[in-house]
């Protein structure tokens, strides 16, 4: 089976990550698939952010679950990176949608977990507009879903359990009951950190029957490290230099 090279966010070296103009650059550089992440607004609008704050990556400040979709819309969420990126926005859930339709990219969407008082209403927003939304998904697009958040998963897969699942571990979270959370969570795929990842682990993940896609990757040498003891996908940030490893 061929490996997989999964573009972190787009290809945030190039672009501002998880906007469409680093989606773009996975479509340029003919790169397979993308790894991007959904987050969900106080008036429970899907958007396409890594981080439960907006400062980051935007011009305007405060966590996603507390602002308006308005407010996200109106963003900025391209001009910290270059100022030829200044006016980008950042992405709904329709227009990944679109994307992925259009150009027959694989994905895998992670949901973010939710907080504040609101956080299992807002949850449950987040993954029944996700599963309404995946019903106009391409068939010829391959999906993962991941979260590091079982719960956000097992809410998921009560919606769509013919999905497959992966469940994210750092470093810190890969603990002697990895296998057990993996289990809860209906998932045949994990997705542990690089960091600390041994080929022992790796092994062992292996003879459970586990997929594995490690992230994130930015090394080449590690990439082909990993690869070698046998995961099936490396999860990088420098997809478009790293599609070598897919033979």
């Known amino acids: 089976m061929s490996k997989k090279i999964v573009a972190h966010r787009g290809i945030p070296t190039l672009a501002p990550e998880n906007t469409m103009a ?35 990556t935007t011009n305007i400040s405060g966590s996603i679950e507390t602002v308006d979709s308005s407010e996200v819309k109106n963003a900025d969420a391209g001009y910290w990176f270059a100022e030829r990126f200044r006016g980008e926005k950042v992405p709904t859930l329709d227009q990944l949608i679109d994307f992925l339709n259009i150009h027959k990219i694989n994905a895998n969407i992670e949901l973010k977990g939710v907080v504040g008082d609101n956080a299992n209403y807002l949850a449950d927003k987040l993954v029944e507009k996700f599963a309404e939304a995946l019903d106009r998904l391409d068939d010829q697009v391959e999906l993962i879903i991941s979260s590091f958040n079982p719960i956000m998963l097992e809410k998921m897969y009560q919606l769509k359990p013919d999905l497959k699942y992966a469940v ?40 459970y029957g586990y997929e594995i896609n490690v992230w994130t990757v930015d090394d080449i040498n590690r990439a082909q490290e990993l690869l070698s003891w046998g995961v099936d996908g490396v999860i990088t940030n420098i997809a478009d230099r790293m599609l070598f490893l897919e033979k």
């Open 22 to 56: 680093s989606f773009n650059t996975v479509a340029d550089r003919d790169v397979k698939w993308i790894e991007t992440d959904l987050s969900i607004t106080k008036d429970e609008q899907v958007f396409v952010i890594h981080d439960d704050k907006l400062d980051r």
């Open 168 to 207: 994210l571990f750092s470093k810190a979270t890969l603990g002697d009951d990895w296998n057990l959370v993996m289990q809860a969570c209906h998932a045949k795929i994990i997705h542990p950190d690089s960091n600390g990842l041994t080929e022992a682990k790796v092994k062992k993940m292996k003879d």
